[in-house]
Nanobody
Framework: QVQLVESGGGLVQPGGSLRLSCAAS????????MGWYRQAPGKQRELVAV????????NYAESVKGRVTISRDNAKNTVYLQMNSLKPEDTAVYYC??????????WGQGTQVTVSS
């Protein structure tokens, strides 16, 4: 069982920045990948960014490329999502997801990001 605790969401004005954190129970280097997804009201959950833990390769949704960076701190067993130049359409609940080495997925509880003036 993997537990994920997200933090860092909130209300930000258009053009602003936020950094989301996802702290995992256990050594994140033992996972297959860690990523961030989001779900806006009335829409399906979608991938924002994902990192393969072995090697650190990353992948981003086209809608956030150049504005968002996924990173990790192995010592803290934490993955981050730095979001810059935020737009109203980035408003959503953001979820952290882990896929273990056995390919089992675990989700965090979600953190609300609201971009509004």
């Amino acid at each position: 069982q993997v537990q994920l605790v997200e933090s860092g969401g909130g209300l930000v004005q258009p053009g602003g920045s936020l950094r989301l954190s996802c702290a995992a129970s256990g050594n994140i280097m033992n996972f297959y990948n860690m990523g961030w997804y989001r779900q806006a009201p009335g829409k399906q959950r979608e991938l924002v960014a994902v990192m393969i833990m072995d090697g650190g390769s990353t992948n981003y949704a086209e809608s956030v490329k150049g504005r968002v960076t996924i990173s990790r701190d192995n010592a803290k067993n934490t993955v981050y999502l730095q979001m810059n130049s935020l737009k109203p359409e980035d408003t959503a609940v953001y979820y952290c997801r882990v896929v273990t080495a056995n390919r089992l997925p675990y989700w965090g509880q979600g953190t609300q990001v609201t971009v509004s003036s």
